[in-house]
């Protein structure tokens, strides 16, 4: 399921405590950020009817934002996932960079389920679906700059990061 889909699942469950805008996080330390906190005390609740459907949440001591993510059984879980086969290679010029990330993210993918390090990339890779084509392109390369990073140090690239792109972000 989409960010987009899973974002208006959250917000129906959310607006059952209280009012409060739901967006996607600027930062990658979170998907999700709510401000519910400052319009409603918090409540245990919000994190067990969260993980009903695989997320969590925890309080910005910060901001007093909400911040959301998956939960870690689900990192996990997508991290292990059986991997569909590379698409084709796109005919349209701008899913091209894409294409080299997934042929990337395929070919090298770690080992070891994601760890706290690896969730700013994994989350990067989820985001992409909501952004516009020029921002989605500019984080494209920035993932393509992370993933050759990671070849140059002979690190392997986070894993789970080729079924969350091939899942959310469709080649035309």
Known sequence: MRLSQQQSQIRR???GFGKGFLRISRDHG???VSDLPRHTPWRREWNASLEN???????????GLLLLDFAPDRWREMAFREK????????KAADQALYQLLRLTFLHDGENPPGEEER??????????????KERQTEIQR???KVALCLRERQPVPRG????LRENIPLH
Do not use: H
């Open 30 to 32: 979170a998907l999700l």
């Open 13 to 15: 469950i959310l607006e």
């Open 84 to 91: 569909p086969p590379l698409p084709d290679f796109p005919e």
């Open 161 to 164: 990061a080729y079924m969350l």
């Open 143 to 145: 993932l393509l700059t």
């Open 120 to 133: 700013p990339f994994l989350r990067q890779c989820v985001k992409l679906e909501a952004l516009g084509e």
């Open 53 to 63: 459907i695989g997320w969590t949440a925890r309080l910005s001591e910060e901001t």
